[in-house]
């Protein structure tokens, strides 16, 4: 019997493979698709999971050697420029690198741990009982395993077949177009604005309002230049085409933009998206079957915060699992994958629904904006924002251990980077006194004498004792750690 399924090999479920390999489980990936999908989807992440990829060794494999990461000095908020060079904590990462890329190196990275992946492999029915998940393929023979994870999108076969609701809101009054385009280099400005003759200069890799529409701007350095508009109550029929988007661009801006076909090496997307959903499972866990990335949430794309909540849900919802099957887990530490991360993704459900509404044309937006425009002309409301969009806000209940780290993601520290690869639970000592007792073979402690408090990180790098002396060590180490 296989330990593991993962229904999926999107980039959520090949972060969860992975991280399942770094605990020694070795799970089997499911894939209904023959081939991996040349669909542009995400064109980067945004969040602290670019810094937790940096922190398993991954983020090299996409920027190249030596690289580390650094925090943006401006964002954008529902078509606000969100200047963060002023914060005194700017806890917002970008990686702007195709989803394409990402899932392509995941899917690397497994290979080189050994993971099997199955394409053609279509998940049609399951059953399960105390002990096992028997899973149903179009064609071929059932496997049977003692958990199964649906990674497998917002249509997701395994939360449909497990029957776990997917509430929500559904909004389907406004039309989406995004095409990569090229246009005459006399219209690119010295910052990478496009500038329109009869409008002005539209930003680069920033949402702009008008009062007509959305447009945004995307001149990648690496392939073709993307357009993106959204408009409300504008019909629309037929395949989407590069004329379609011509003409949604001018009505947003009140001028001609002359767009001519991509130049570069295809495949080129060219798309057309009606309204959007905004729901969450009612469950991320059914028995031994669980729920993850968008088969748990589906949420507007603004912002991009996609990425970064499907793979921390991977990253928090692998070395749980693993500590189940090796019997390492206390009781009811599976279930606070929910407990969890479904609170993480309400907040991102949150903040993009009032991104889209703040987006929207309409003089109560206008007047709406203008006051919201006030606000972040503040310090305190940009620092507030950035850490909602990066996922720096979140606090995870640590039960009995207390002070100022913990329940947070752990701030980057002297050798962390290099000690947080394998994926183990951490005990940074300043001392190198402190003894982990009976868990000492689950956990790496390593001597960090700059440190002026001693820290005990999860797997995913959550901090979850500090203390300048043992006090209550033992009682966060059998929290999340049991032993044998």
Known sequence: MIDVVIAGAGPNGLMLACELALAGIRPLVLERLTEPSTEQRANGLVGQVVRMLDRRGLYERLT???????????????????????????????????????????????????????????????????????????????????????????????????????????????????????????????????????????????????????????????????????????????EASLDELRASASRVLGADVPLAPPTGPGPHVMRRLFGGNTRIAEHYRAGRVLLLGDAAHVHSAIGGPGLNLGLQDAVNLGWKLAAELRGHAPEGLLDTYESERAPAARRVAMHTQAQSLLVQPGGQVTALRELFGELLAQPAPRQHIADLMSGADITYDMGPATGPLVGRWAPDLPGLRAATRTGRPLLLDPTGSLDAGPWAPYVDTVTVPELDTALLLRPDCYVAWQGTTPDRLDDALGTWIRTA
Do not use: C
């Not at 200069?201 to 529409?213: A, D, I, M, S």
């Open 64 to 238: 190249g050697p030596g690289a580390t990461p650094e925090p943006v000095s401006g964002y954008v908020f529902g078509a606000f420029p969100l200047d963060l060079s002023d914060l005194p904590d700017n806890p917002l990462y970008t990686l702007m690198v195709p989803q394409r890329r990402i899932e392509q190196m995941l899917a690397e990275r497994a290979a080189e741990l050994g993971i099997e992946i199955r394409r053609d492999h279509e998940v049609i029915g399951l059953t399960q009982d105390e002990k096992s998940v028997t899973v149903e393929l179009r064609g071929r023979e059932p496997v049977e395993a003692a958990f199964l994870v649906g990674a497998d999108g917002g249509h997701s076969a395994v939360r449909k077949l497990t029957g776990i609701g997917f509430p929500g809101v559904t909004a389907d009054d406004s039309v989406s177009r995004t095409g990569q385009v090229s246009v005459d280099p006399g219209m690119v400005g010295a910052d990478g604005g496009l500038v329109v003759p009869g409008f002005g200069t539209v930003p680069p890799f920033q949402h702009l309002r008008t009062e007509r529409g959305l447009i945004a701007w995307a001149p990648f350095p690496d392939r073709d230049p993307v357009i993106t508009t959204m408009e409300w109550d504008q019909p629309a029929e037929g």
